[in-house]
């Protein structure tokens, strides 16, 4: 049985203030029973968010790391670093970062290693572009990405990776996939997982992409759906605890 997590990924949102709300929002709330919840802000707000959700059952994660461990690495932020702040996750590779900042499958490959050497849980994220899925290679584009890092990861660890399929025009398009869309590829996901030798049963697969407090009950009701990446809509406490909410209710 494999337990619901959901994800806010905060992207480059927040200030100290609007933290402090949101936050205080989320840690009152109480523990979502049967559902890991963890928020990824931005990295000069991770001491922030850890004090805050110290002693709840909220968890911490980065949304970026570097391949390297400590050094001359200008404006890089290692696994190390991210562990000594309370996190205890990290986003690895999420489309924004591969289209707008060049990472390519080798690069994020070697950021799930450094994540799982160092600890941490690495949430990998894959997903086909439009012009991919109309030319039918959404499958094919996504097996590969997973290829990457498989490789990197060897089978035995890939169990220890979450990974969140994230349809690259579903992301802050207002454009959902369909349930029977996103099921249909995180049943891709597990079944070439398993013909690789992983034990895919027992990975996390979340869906991303436009999720919202009333399409996420549908979403969670897929079979190999284990919860969600969310962007948009965990910057609101109260969207994401519904979301949080339809998670526990499945
Ligand atoms: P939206 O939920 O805003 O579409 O963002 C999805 C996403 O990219 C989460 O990582």
Redesign the pocket.
Known sequence: MRKKLVVG?WKMNGSLARNAALLDGLATRGAVEGVDVVVCPPFPYLQQASEVCRGSSLGVGGQNLSVFKEGAYTGEVSASMLLDVGCAWV?VG?SERRSLFGETDDLVAAKVVAALDAGLSPIL?VGETLAQRDAGQAEAVVCEQLRCVLQAVGVDRFVDVVVAY?PVW????GRTATPEQAQAMHREVRTYLERSGVAGGKVRILY????TASGAPQLFSAPDIDGA?????SLVAESFLSICAAAAAH
């Open positions: 990924n986003i999420h994220c994230e579903a992301i802050g398009t991303g992409g436009s999720v990446l969310v962007g948009g809509a």
